[in-house]
C-alpha cells in the first residue's frame, strides 16, 4: 500500500518538476524522453524527492536516478531501510 | 492567495510553490517582469520560486540566468532587465576556496582581493544603466564552524564587503546574505555536498528565504508596492470596544498592560504616516465616539494629522475600502486592511482579494512586530529629509570613471586575467578527462557527440584522427583541461572537425578562438588545403550557433538542425587572439 503511495507521489512530483501532464509520466518515464530533464532540472527533482519524501539521498544515487523506475527503487529503498 | 502567498512564502514546500507556479502559468498577464541571474556557483533553484512570486503579481516572469561562472564577462553584454540579481559567491573563487585561500601568502591574497575590486567596479559600471541590481555581500563560509581565528576567507570577505559599501551606487543594492543565513542557521543554509558535485552551494530553504527577504525590493521594481494602511478601531489601535467600555474603558497607554502593544501599534503608524504611508481608519462605531477618542484622549498617538481619511459608520468594510480607493484614486491593490473581527477579515478577503487583509493576532503580544514586518516588506518607506543623495551621485559617477580608466573594454579586462593556454596533442593521459568532458558538456559543444574512454583511446591511437586537449590558466588559478577538439580525416582527404568543446568554466574569454587559431595553423603547415566543420543544434547548444562563422568558415549548406561549413587553409592567414597566449 505504501509503495502505491510512494508512486503517486512520484509521478506528481515528476509532472511538477519537468512541467508536464500528469498522464504523461508513467513506469517508462525517463531522461530520454522527457524534454524538460536536463542537469538543472535533475537537480530540482532531487530537492523535491528529498523535500517530499523526507529522505537524503546519497551522491552515487543521484547520478543513477534517470527513469521513473530506478526513482522509485531508490526512493521505496530509502523509506523502508 | 496572491498577496498571502508572498506573505507566507517561508512556510511553502517545494512542492508547494512549483503548484503555485504551474497552476498560475495558464495565466497570460499583460505586463512582462524580466529577471536576470548572474552567478558563479548554481542558484537555479530561484527560478521557480521568482516565477511563480511575479506570477501571484499578476504579471508574466521571464528569468534567465547568465553563464555559469561568467559574472563579469555577461555583464558587458547584459540586456536591460526589470532586476539583475548577483550570486557572486568567495566559495567558488577558485577551487576549493576554503582550502586554498588559506594558502595564499599575504601578497597573494592581496592581488585576490585588487582582482576582485575591479571586477566589482566593472559590473557596477556595466550595470549603471539597470533600473536595480542587488548584489550580495561577500560571506565567509567554512564548514559550518564557528571559527573566530583570522583567516584569509574572512579577511577577503571584510575588505570587500568596505569596498562594496563604498562603491555601490544608487541602482545597486547590497544583500547581506549573513543575516539570511543567520535566520535559518548555515545547517540549513548550506549543503557542502551538493556544493562539491554540482556546484550548488545554498539549499532550497535559503533560496526561498532569499526571495522573502528581497521582496520588498521586488514588489518596488514591480511597482506593486502597498500605499494605504486602513485600521479599524476597536481592539485594532486601542484594547476595548468604545461604544460598549466608553471612553475611559479603552487602553492604549504605554503604561497599561494590554494597552502597551496598541500604543507601539499608534507610535509606529505616526512614523510611517511621516514617511509617506497613508494612514486610513474604517470602522463601524458612531462618528462621534470614535472622534472623541482620537480629539481627546491623552495615550492616543495617531491623530488627526497623520489620518488621511476616515470612514466610521455601520456600512459594510468591503463598500468603505472600495470609496477609500476611489477617493485616493489608488487601486485597491495598494491597500492592507487591518482589523481584529474574524467576520470583517472574511468578509474583505473574500470580496476584496486584491487588499491584503491582515488580522489581528490573538496573541496580542505579536501584533506590533508582525504589523512592523507587513510594512517593511510590502511598503516602500520614504526617508524623513527628502535632500537629494548628492553624494550617492558623486559615487557613481566615480565609479564610471575610475572602472574606465582600468578597463575600457572588455578585451582590457580579458588582457588582466594573463589567460594562457597549452594544447596537447594525442595526449593519452587525459582519455579519461577527455571522454568526460564529451560526455558532460551541453553549453559549449559544437556536435555533443558523446564517446567513451575505450573510444578516445582508439581516436588516440588512430592515424586517421588528430585529439587535442586544452589546458587553462590564468593569473588566477589553472582549470586544468577545459577544452577538446576532435579532428578525423574525410574520404576527400579535407579534415572534419568531429568535436569542438569547452567546458563552462573558461567559456567568453576568448580561448576558443586561440584554440581554433591553433588548429588552423596546425593543418596549414601540413600542407592540408581545406578544412570542414559542423554545427548541430541541441536543446542547450545556442551559445555557439554562430562560432565557425564568426571564426572565418563559409557556410557550405544548412539543414534543419545542423550548418556545416569548410575554410580554405590555401587563403587563410594566421590569426593571433590577443587576449589569450599559448605556451609550447
New interface residues.
Given amino acids: 500500500m505504501k509503495i502505491q503511495h510512494y508512486e503517486k507521489t512520484l509521478k506528481?512530483?515528476m509532472a511538477?518538476?519537468f512541467?508536464a501532464e500528469k498522464l504523461q509520466i508513467d513506469v517508462d518515464s525517463s531522461i530520454d524522453n522527457i524534454d524538460n530533464w536536463?542537469?538543472?532540472t535533475h537537480?530540482?527533482l532531487i530537492?523535491?524527492l528529498e523535500?517530499?519524501f523526507d529522505v537524503s539521498i546519497p551522491?552515487d544515487d543521484?547520478g543513477n536516478m534517470i527513469n521513473y523506475k530506478i526513482i522509485l527503487h531508490i526512493i521505496t529503498e530509502l523509506k523502508e531501510k | 492567495m496572491v498577496d498571502s502567498f508572498v506573505y507566507n512564502l517561508r512556510n511553502y514546500s517545494y512542492t508547494e510553490i512549483l503548484e503555485v507556479n504551474t497552476m498560475l502559468s495558464n495565466i497570460n498577464y499583460h505586463n512582462e517582469f524580466n529577471i536576470q541571474i548572474l552567478s558563479n556557483t548554481t542558484v537555479n533553484p530561484l527560478n521557480e520560486i521568482l516565477e511563480a512570486f511575479v506570477r501571484s503579481f499578476r504579471m508574466n516572469p521571464s528569468v534567465e540566468f547568465g553563464n555559469y561562472d561568467n559574472i563579469v564577462q555577461d555583464s558587458f553584454s547584459l540586456e536591460k532587465a526589470n532586476l539583475v540579481i548577483i550570486f557572486y559567491d568567495l566559495m567558488n573563487i577558485i577551487e576549493h576556496a576554503h582550502i586554498n585561500l588559506e594558502l595564499l601568502k599575504e601578497i597573494e591574497v592581496r592581488e585576490m582581493i585588487a582582482k576582485i575590486k575591479k571586477e566589482i567596479q566593472v559590473i557596477f559600471n556595466n550595470l549603471a544603466d539597470q533600473p536595480l541590481v542587488l548584489f550580495n555581500m561577500f560571506y565567509p563560509y567554512k564548514y559550518n564552524e564557528l571559527h573566530h581565528f583570522q583567516s584569509n576567507l574572512s579577511f577577503i570577505a571584510r575588505e570587500l564587503n568596505a569596498f562594496l559599501a563604498e562603491q555601490k551606487t544608487t541602482n545597486v543594492e547590497l544583500i547581506d546574505i549573513e543575516k539570511i543565513i543567520a535566520t535559518i542557521g548555515s545547517k540549513n543554509a548550506i549543503e557542502y555536498k551538493k556544493f562539491l558535485k554540482y556546484k550548488m552551494l545554498y539549499s532550497f530553504q535559503f533560496f526561498k528565504s532569499y526571495v522573502a527577504s528581497i521582496d520588498n525590493m521586488l514588489l518596488r521594481c514591480m511597482g506593486k508596492v502597498k500605499k494605504v494602511i486602513v485600521f479599524d478601531c476597536d481592539n485594532t489601535l486601542w484594547k476595548g470596544i468604545v461604544g460598549e467600555d466608553g471612553i475611559k474603558g479603552i487602553e492604549m497607554s504605554s503604561d497599561s498592560a494590554k494597552g502597551i502593544y496598541f500604543h507601539l501599534v499608534q507610535k509606529m503608524a505616526v512614523e510611517w504616516s511621516k514617511k509617506g504611508i497613508l494612514i486610513c481608519l474604517c470602522s463601524k462605531n458612531n462618528w462621534d465616539d470614535v472622534m472623541q477618542v482620537i480629539d481627546t484622549h491623552e495615550a492616543m498617538i495617531l491623530t488627526s494629522e497623520y489620518i488621511i481619511s476616515m470612514k466610521v459608520n455601520w456600512t459594510n468594510k468591503a463598500e468603505n475600502l472600495r470609496h477609500l480607493a476611489s477617493e485616493l484614486n489608488l487601486g485597491l491593490d495598494s491597500f492592507v486592511f487591518i482589523d481584529d473581527s474574524d467576520y470583517e477579515v472574511n468578509l474583505v478577503k473574500t470580496q476584496l482579494p486584491e487588499v491584503l487583509t491582515i488580522q489581528v493576532p490573538k496573541e496580542i503580544e505579536t501584533y506590533p512586530i508582525m504589523l512592523h514586518e507587513v510594512v517593511t516588506r510590502f511598503f516602500n518607506l520614504k526617508p524623513i529629509s527628502e535632500d537629494l543623495d548628492k553624494l550617492n551621485q558623486y559615487k557613481q559617477q566615480k565609479v564610471r570613471q575610475d572602472a574606465l580608466t582600468d578597463f575600457g573594454n572588455i578585451d582590457d579586462y580579458l588582457m588582466s586575467l594573463g589567460t594562457t593556454i597549452k594544447i596537447y596533442h594525442n595526449e593519452t593521459e587525459h582519455i579519461k578527462r577527455i571522454a568526460q568532458l564529451t560526455q558532460k558538456t551541453n553549453q559549449f559543444n559544437l556536435t555533443t557527440r558523446r564517446y567513451t574512454e575505450h573510444e578516445i583511446e582508439a581516436y588516440i591511437k588512430s592515424d586517421n584522427t588528430d585529439l587535442f586537449s586544452l589546458e587553462v590558466k590564468d593569473n588566477y588559478g589553472n582549470s586544468g583541461i577545459t577544452g577538446v577538439a576532435i579532428i578525423s580525416i574525410t574520404k576527400t582527404q579535407a579534415m572534419y572537425i568531429d568535436t569542438f568543446l569547452l567546458s563552462c568554466r573558461v567559456i567568453s574569454r576568448n580561448v576558443e578562438n586561440a584554440f581554433l587559431y591553433f588548429i588552423l595553423d596546425f593543418y596549414k603547415s601540413k600542407g592540408i588545403t581545406s578544412i570542414q566543420a559542423e554545427y548541430i543544434e541541441s536543446k542547450k547548444n545556442i551559445l555557439v550557433k554562430d562560432l565557425y562563422g564568426n571564426i572565418g568558415f563559409d557556410l557550405d549548406s544548412e539543414k534543419q538542425f545542423s550548418k556545416r561549413y569548410s575554410i580554405q587553409l590555401e587563403n587563410y592567414n594566421p590569426r593571433k587572439e590577443k587576449t589569450v597566449q599559448i605556451i609550447k
Fill in positions: 506528481d512530483l511538477l518538476v512541467k536536463d542537469s538543472i537537480l530540482n530537492i523535491a523535500e517530499e551522491d543521484v
